[in-house]
């Protein structure tokens, strides 16, 4: 499909990294993962992605500096970061926001039913600017 | 070689410290598991039959459960190491509480209790962290509901005091008994009565709740009568 979007997923917990790619591909996406910082800022370079979900807590690099590294790269700041984390503290949340994701959702607080709906949202008001918003 | 003595602050430390490790890595399982629930109850992978749906609920039900204690741990937690932040914010204590409940209208109609609001106009707002003030009001109002008896009403109020805004919540329920009256706002306690009436409680709301409060620059306070009914209020500084 020529208009297929395609969403990165960085995140170390196999069961919701299961969950979450099966979800966006159901609905249509095509889903690249990476299980560590490292291997996620390689795919983010390699495989330019629509959009990338990003944890926080990943073996090797923390979600933060690889959102860092990638909005301090021209070749990825231009690439929408949603933080889909358990770290719901709002200085967690004011970090991830401050550092250039587009959004901020909480895994136990947010439901999966509406990950497509608000993937497909950012990609179309954040494909080609990086403004920070919160849902 | 033993351990040397702890002294009652250090263990305190230890206990917070494996409460909020253990409470980080039981959110990541109970995420799968509530996402998992909440997409076999989407009817994405197929059809669910209607005795299916129920159970799944009552799955997704325990799961949110589990959610809410573990954020509550982790807050007292939090609270016990000095370590709660508060976001400031201009925020309308009023329509918060409308919010809520509009949220629990239908828990009161399920326990047969008549949930009201009364709102004084033109409140000023008041600068503090919506979110927890929105949970201290649900706790609050839940409670209140959750503890009433046979045919009962909760009525929450908000009006400007001085300088101060008034939230109040006056409720027919059980009341609360002249021996526990100096624990309710402590960690884990919960009074045999209450436990006998609704056993799934954590003891955590009302420390939650104090400690929010006080630390929003507030009172928080209560007045009962065994067998009559409690009204839960407080009170934060217009600025």
Same mark, same amino acid.
């Given at each position: 499909?020529?208009?297929?979007?395609?969403?990165?997923?960085?995140?170390?917990?196999?069961?919701?990294?299961?969950?979450y790619s099966d979800k966006l591909s159901r609905?249509?996406?095509?889903?690249?993962?990476?299980?560590?910082?490292?291997?996620?800022?390689?795919?983010?370079?390699?495989?330019?992605?629509?959009?990338?979900?990003?944890?926080?807590?990943?073996?090797?690099?923390?979600?933060?500096?690889?959102?860092?590294?990638?909005?301090?790269?021209?070749?990825?700041?231009?690439?929408?970061?949603?933080?889909?984390?358990?770290?719901?503290?709002?200085?967690?949340?004011?970090?991830?926001?401050?550092?250039?994701?587009?959004?901020?959702?909480?895994?136990?607080?947010?439901?999966?039913?509406?990950?497509?709906?608000?993937?497909?949202?950012?990609?179309?008001?954040?494909?080609?600017?990086?403004?920070?918003?919160?849902? | 070689?033993?351990?040397?003595?702890?002294?009652?602050?250090?263990?305190?430390?230890?206990?917070?410290?494996?409460?909020?490790?253990?409470?980080?890595?039981?959110?990541?399982?109970?995420?799968?598991?509530?996402?998992?629930?909440?997409?076999?109850?989407?009817?994405?992978?197929?059809?669910?039959?209607?005795?299916?749906?129920?159970?799944?609920?009552?799955?997704?039900?325990?799961?949110?459960?589990?959610?809410?204690?573990?954020?509550?741990?982790?807050?007292?937690?939090?609270?016990?190491?000095?370590?709660?932040?508060?976001?400031?914010?201009?925020?309308?204590?009023?329509?918060?509480?409308?919010?809520v409940v509009d949220d629990l209208v239908t828990?009161?109609?399920?326990?047969?209790?008549?949930?009201?609001?009364?709102?004084?106009?033109?409140?000023?707002?008041?600068?503090?962290?919506?979110?927890?003030?929105?949970?201290?009001?649900?706790?609050?109002?839940?409670?209140?509901?959750?503890?009433?008896?046979?045919?009962?009403?909760?009525?929450?109020?908000?009006?400007?005091?001085?300088?101060?805004?008034?939230?109040?919540?006056?409720?027919?329920?059980?009341?609360?008994?002249?021996?526990?009256?100096?624990?309710? !706002?402590?960690?884990?306690?919960?009074?045999?009565?209450?436990?006998?009436?609704?056993?799934?409680?954590?003891?955590?709301?009302?420390?939650?709740?104090?400690?929010?409060?006080?630390?929003?620059?507030?009172?928080?306070?209560?007045?009962?009568?065994?067998?009559?009914?409690?009204? !839960?209020?407080?009170?934060?500084?217009?600025?």
């Amino acid at each position: 499909m020529a208009d297929q979007k395609k969403i990165l997923i960085i995140e170390d917990d196999k069961f919701l990294l299961k969950l979450y790619s099966d979800k966006l591909s159901r609905e249509g996406f095509l889903v690249s993962m990476a299980i560590s910082g490292e291997e996620g800022l390689g795919k983010v370079k390699q495989e330019k992605p629509d959009l990338v979900l990003l944890d926080v807590i990943l073996p090797q690099k923390n979600g933060f500096d690889i959102l860092g590294a990638l909005k301090l790269d021209p070749e990825t700041k231009g690439v929408p970061v949603i933080m889909l984390t358990n770290l719901g503290q709002d200085s967690d949340i004011k970090t991830g926001l401050d550092l250039g994701a587009v959004d901020y959702l909480v895994k136990t607080d947010f439901s999966i039913t509406k990950l497509p709906e608000v993937v497909r949202k950012h990609i179309a008001i954040h494909g080609a600017t990086t403004t920070p918003s919160s849902s | 070689m033993p351990d040397k003595q702890l002294t009652r602050e250090e263990t305190t430390g230890r206990i917070t410290e494996v409460t909020s490790i253990i409470s980080h890595q039981l959110k990541t399982p109970l995420a799968g598991i509530k996402s998992s629930l909440e997409i076999l109850l989407s009817g994405d992978l197929g059809e669910v039959s209607v005795k299916q749906r129920e159970y799944l609920a009552l799955a997704l039900d325990g799961s949110n459960k589990m959610i809410g204690l573990i954020k509550n741990l982790l807050d007292a937690s939090r609270i016990d190491e000095g370590r709660m932040q508060l976001a400031s914010t201009p925020t309308d204590i009023g329509a918060l509480a409308k919010t809520v409940v509009d949220d629990l209208v239908t828990f009161a109609q399920a326990k047969n209790t008549t949930l009201s609001i009364t709102l004084e106009e033109n409140i000023p707002k008041t600068s503090v962290d919506a979110l927890k003030i929105h949970e201290v009001i649900n706790n609050i109002v839940y409670n209140a509901i959750r503890y009433s008896k046979g045919k009962g009403t909760v009525s929450v109020g908000v009006r400007r005091d001085g300088h101060d805004v008034l939230f109040s919540c006056v409720d027919t329920g059980i009341g609360i008994g002249e021996g526990d009256r100096n624990k309710i !706002f402590s960690k884990f306690y919960r009074s045999p009565h209450v436990s006998a009436l609704a056993p799934d409680g954590s003891g955590l709301g009302l420390y939650i709740s104090k400690a929010i409060i006080e630390k929003s620059g507030g009172k928080i306070w209560f007045e009962s009568e065994e067998g009559r009914g409690s009204t !839960f209020s407080f009170s934060l500084p217009i600025q």
